[in-house]
């Protein structure tokens, strides 16, 4: 599967943004979806999943409540909202997929897609 993401940009602090990630190829509904960050100088770190019916999300502790995690099997398209912005959350953002969810949650999936940048000014 490919991964193409978008939606990065900036944006003051309290504000607000959408990730889109569209995946090309067969059997998306297949994958879990993860969402993946890396500020500079820092490791990339998990953010959020979700599970191939989309029934089930997890989160990271910095972002559960402010970030919203969806996905559109139809469209081959997972999302990610994000409200309450704040500077730290400024990074590269990444998609990622794969057909367990534990392996995007631990951070090893198969599959990734290129990073959106997005900004976060205080």
């Known amino acids: 599967v490919q991964l193409q993401a978008s939606g990065g940009g900036l944006v003051q602090a309290g504000g607000s943004l959408r990730l889109s990630c569209a995946a090309s190829?067969?059997?998306?509904?297949?994958?879990?979806m993860g969402w993946f960050r890396q500020a500079p100088g820092k490791e990339r770190e998990f953010v959020a999943s979700i599970g191939t019916s989309g029934g089930s999300t997890y989160y990271a502790d910095s972002v559960r409540g402010r970030f919203t995690v969806s996905r559109g099997n139809a469209k081959n398209t997972v999302n990610l909202q994000m409200d309450s912005l704040k500077p730290e959350d400024t990074a590269v953002y990444y998609c990622a997929a794969d057909t367990l969810t534990r392996t995007v949650v631990a951070g090893t999936p198969d599959f990734w897609g290129q990073g959106t940048k997005v900004t976060v000014s205080s």
């Open positions: 190829g067969r059997a998306f509904s297949s994958y879990a």
